[in-house]
Every structure is written in structure tokens, then in C-alpha cells.
């Protein structure tokens, strides 16, 4: 069996089986598509047993056939490794070490004690 064969049964067992979904969500949706309005459990037992036997043949070819066919994808490699910034450690600046902060102080202490 080739690559191509296989995936035109499994392509064609998957149509099969979407067909009979879309028949029975049809039904479910809108019984008045069955003529004979005393049919409906047995159109939804036919469209049922359609849609489990498709399926059923598509997972046993996938899974006896699959693996030589259609092997799994390789998991993915390590992607473009990304560098994060070395984290900074912060600072507590006090007036002493700096002298903008120093004249604020001296600056906020001057307006208390004007408005006092």
C-alpha cells in the first residue's frame, strides 16, 4: 500500500463518516427532512451505524497502517533561546547618597516650617 493510497481511503472514510454526521445532525435538527415522518429512528439508526462503521475503519487503518504512513510529527525542537535581562537589584537612595534628594528634604522641611 503507498502513502497516496492510504490517505485517499482514510480521505474517503473520513467524507463517508462526515456525510452521516451531517445527515443525523439534519435530522436532529429538522425531522421534517424524512418523508415518511415514521421513519425517523430508523433514518437516524442508518445514518448512525454508517457514521460508527466509517469511523471505526478509519481508526483501525490509522492505527495498524498509520505509523508507516503518516508517522508522528517530531516534537519540536529548542526553540530560539531567549535571554532575559539580568534582573537589577533596587536601590534604597537616601538624602546622604544623593544630593538631588538631599536638597528635596531640605527643600519639603523649609515649606513645613513656612506653613507652620
Avoid: C
Avoid at 6 to 29: H, P, V
Avoid at 46 to 72: C, D, W
Wanted: net charge negative; no cysteine.
Amino acid at each position: 500500500m503507498s502513502k497516496h493510497l492510504y490517505d485517499a481511503t482514510i480521505m474517503q472514510l473520513k467524507g463517508r463518516a462526515l456525510e452521516a454526521y451531517a445527515a443525523l445532525d439534519m435530522l436532529f435538527s429538522n425531522p421534517s427532512v424524512v418523508p415518511d415522518h415514521t421513519a425517523w429512528a430508523q433514518e437516524i439508526i442508518k445514518h448512525t451505524t454508517i457514521l460508527a462503521e466509517h469511523e471505526n475503519a478509519m481508526v483501525t487503518l490509522q492505527q495498524y497502517f498509520g505509523p508507516r504512513y503518516s508517522p508522528p510529527a517530531a516534537p519540536p525542537g529548542p526553540g530560539p533561546t531567549r535571554q532575559t535581562p539580568p534582573q537589577e537589584e533596587s536601590l534604597t537612595t537616601t538624602p546622604e547618597m544623593s544630593s538631588t534628594s538631599r536638597r528635596e528634604t531640605e527643600k519639603n522641611r523649609s515649606t513645613k516650617e513656612g506653613q507652620e
